[in-house]
């Protein structure tokens, strides 16, 4: 029987009912966070867990797979979860700008990051900041003045206005679903034979479709890359070629 390590002594609780634990029901106990931190002390050079992050090489949860082979720690499956959340970060979309190099788990300079990428890894981050809260505040501060203070004629104004307002979006959502059904149109299901790991790819995501590197495969299921350096999983049924 393989001895447990000093981290997994800390981490895995005992079990009710069996005295001697599976190494796997250890590690499916180990935590994302806990699971960052090992990479980091692994590859300081390519992870932290503070302080300003470092782009990622495109393709690296390949490279880090291979390094990490027999390591009980972290598996693959794991290890791609973890890879998202990093790169989920707003540390880590923070650090996604244009002329920055990524790095590879060495620390070496790779691929420099083009204006597409930056833009992709800001809005990402913008997104993120509103969704968990950050332009509630701004909305209800805007709109206090006028609580209870608009004139008769004021209010008709404004309901007018929100009409128009309501009548664009709504032009503008159509528009851009034609324009998105268009797209869609052009793009071709990729045969299975070319669901290969390195491959540039357009995956599926919502009603739009973005560049990726494939970089595992699994089955039907696909691991791929954007070019934010997000990993994403997704299905064979969702990956095509222009």
Not at 12 to 41: H, M, N
Not at 62 to 73: F, I, N, R, S, Y
């Amino acid at each position: 029987m393989e001895t447990k390590t000093e981290s997994e002594v800390k981490v895995v609780a005992e079990p009710a009912v069996e005295a001697t634990p599976s190494v796997d029901a250890e590690v499916k106990r180990i935590s994302t966070k806990e699971i960052i931190a090992y990479l980091a002390e692994k590859f300081p050079a390519c992870f932290s867990i503070e302080g300003a992050a470092k782009p990622l090489k495109i393709g690296i949860f390949q490279d880090l797979a291979e390094k990490l082979t027999g390591d009980e720690t972290v598996s693959k499956t794991r290890l791609r979860q973890a890879l998202r959340h990093y790169t989920s970060s707003w540390r880590y979309l923070k650090a996604i700008k244009m002329g920055v190099f990524r790095v590879d788990i060495d620390g070496n300079d790779a691929a420099e990051i083009d204006q597409e990428q930056a833009d992709y890894a800001s809005k990402t981050l913008k997104e993120s900041q509103e969704k968990f809260g950050n332009k509630k505040p701004k909305d209800k501060v805007a709109k206090k003045p006028y609580k209870g203070s608009a004139a008769k004629g004021t209010k008709s104004v404004s309901k007018d206005s929100t009409d128009n307002s309501r009548k664009e979006k709504f032009n503008s959502v159509k528009s851009t679903k034609r324009v998105v059904e268009k797209t869609a149109v052009k793009l071709k299901p990729v045969e299975t034979s070319n669901v290969v790991v390195g491959k540039n790819i357009k995956v599926q995501l919502g009603q739009s479709s973005m560049d990726a590197v494939i970089t595992e495969v699994s089955g039907k299921d696909v691991s791929v890359q954007l070019n934010s350096g997000m990993v994403v999983k997704t299905q064979v049924k969702n990956i095509f070629t222009e």
